[in-house]
């Protein structure tokens, strides 16, 4: 049984870097039909794909065009994990934030993690 | 970019009782859409790919069908545990984009 664990701050301050780590148990970072993926829930943005990294012989990445100029999503296969990088915040990135693996880079997502709230504020 | 609408917004329905959820598309997509339950402090869970395919250890009270831009999840008799909100996503096209919701509350 796949299970996402994500870690990172709660709190991050204007113009800072918002840093997310999800953890993978039962599956693989260099899985060659997987994608990892960072969607966000708001209030006013409601569910919004972010972006994904996944192995096909080398690592590709695609983002949002939303967030494009401010995101990176690495991952690190010494841990089977990935991250999620934001960088230059406004309190308009307030969302909780998710990891999620789509199994056969279909576009569906499961399982998912269970979610982190980042809040942007001084 | 596609836009998903789900109505109603809320559905209040009494357990045992029948609920009818349902998602629209400005544009078709064909048959490349999911449905997820999502509980309070919960992660999303999905129940439905391929607008019809249940997902593992999903219960057969669950149920979608449509094509092109109109898609319904039926739940055929409620149960207490699935008062929850419910999305539906498409992956038709870039970007991936989700409905608003439909909150089902216990009447």
Not at chain 1, 66 to 88: A, E, G, Y
Not at chain 2, 18 to 46: D, E, F, I
Not at chain 2, 64 to 93: H, K, R
Request: charged share 15%; glycine share 8%.
């Amino acid at each position: 049984q796949v299970q996402l664990q994500q870690s990172g701050p709660g709190l991050v301050k204007p113009s800072q870097t918002l840093s997310l780590t999800c953890a993978i148990s039962g599956d693989s970072v260099s899985s060659d039909s997987a994608a990892w993926t960072w969607i966000r829930q708001s209030p006013s943005r409601g569910l919004e794909w972010l972006g994904r990294t996944y192995y096909r012989s080398e690592w590709y990445h695609d983002y949002a065009v939303s967030v494009k100029s401010r995101i990176i999503i690495n991952p690190d296969t010494s841990d089977n994990q990935f991250s999620l990088h934001l960088s230059s915040v406004t309190p308009e990135d307030t969302a909780v934030y998710y990891c999620a693996r789509d199994q056969s880079s279909s576009g569906w997502f499961d399982p998912w993690g269970q979610g982190t709230l980042v809040t942007v504020s001084s | 970019e596609i836009v998903m609408t789900q109505s109603p917004a809320t559905l209040s329905v009494s357990p045992g009782e029948r609920a009818t959820l349902s998602c629209r598309a400005s544009q078709s997509v064909t048959s490349n859409l999911a449905w997820y339950q999502h509980k309070p402090g919960q992660a999303p869970r999905l129940l439905i790919y391929g607008t019809s395919t249940g997902a593992p250890g999903i219960p057969a009270r669950f149920s979608g069908s449509g094509s092109g831009t109109e898609f319904t999840l039926t739940i055929s008799s409620l149960q207490s545990e699935d008062f929850a909100v419910y999305y539906c996503q498409q992956y038709n096209n870039w970007p991936l984009t989700f409905g608003g919701g439909t909150k089902v509350e216990i009447k």
